[in-house]
């Protein structure tokens, strides 16, 4: 057995999807293939709407790294801080126009405390709502770190495996009603993309016979944001190799 060669896969692109491909493998089987993302989802602090947690946490980051920017141009940046957020605050446009208007809190405690080696933290509220905090540490370096919210769960933990269940169920249920209504024939694929912060290979051990309707699909190959990847589940993983 040769596991299959770059030449041996070839893409066929579909206009009116699903599915999102078609592949054919050594010219001659074909397998019809949906690609889908994990999505995992934030609730923000105030109007009580589902953030994607990959969005919080970039715009987050770039959001602190403009203030240290800010500061540092400013001249004021004297020292490490923290600035911490634990949920997002908003969903919408109105979430950047609030945080915009937090920077002159910030930039005042950098300004009050650039001569001190540490200082107290500092916490934001919207009324009685806390929203973030700010905090000096030392002054070895100038620079600001984001510190975001991290869910209190660790990689192989049972709320952790329950969450990658429960997206890897829905992945299965929403690809599956896509392609029933189009009443593709050729063997399917799920493709997922895993970019959740808390994954990885060791999280998808539990059994199969926890999920529904995966029998629909030859095969779950899920791909890492790092570029592991792992077939889940297949029916034949012969089929991916060249006899």
């Known amino acids: 057995m040769k596991t299959l060669d770059p030449q041996d896969i070839c893409w066929e692109p579909v206009e009116d999807d ?21 999505k995992i989802y934030c609730k923000s602090i105030i109007d009580k709407e589902q953030v994607l947690e990959r969005e919080y946490r970039n715009y987050h980051n770039r959001y602190v790294k403009q203030i240290e920017q800010e500061a540092r141009e400013n001249g004021i940046l004297v020292g490490a801080y923290f600035i911490e957020f634990k949920f997002p605050v908003f969903k919408r446009c109105k979430y950047r126009n609030f945080l915009s208007g937090l920077k002159r809190q910030y930039f005042q405690y950098i300004q009050e405390t650039r001569r001190l080696d540490s200082a107290d933290k500092k916490d934001l509220f919207l009324e009685t709502v806390w929203i973030s905090s700010i905090k000096k540490v030392h002054q070895n370096r100038d620079i600001i770190y984001p510190t975001l919210g991290m869910r209190s769960a660790w990689v192989n933990s049972p709320q952790n495996i329950q969450i990658v269940k429960n997206f890897l169920q829905g992945a299965i249920n929403d690809k599956r ?54 077939i889940f589940y297949s029916k034949d993983p012969n089929d991916f190799n060249r006899e």
């Open 18 to 38: 699903p599915p999102d491909y078609f592949l054919l493998l050594f010219g001659q089987k074909r397998f019809a293939v949906e690609v889908t993302e994990a």
């Open 177 to 230: 009603q896509k392609l029933e209504n189009k009443a593709i024939k050729e063997p399917k694929i799920l493709l997922l993309y895993d970019s959740y912060l808390l994954d990885e290979t060791s999280t998808y051990s539990f059994g199969i016979e926890s999920l529904e309707n995966i029998e629909y699909f030859h095969t779950i190959f899920i791909e890492f944001a790092g570029g592991e990847g792992l």
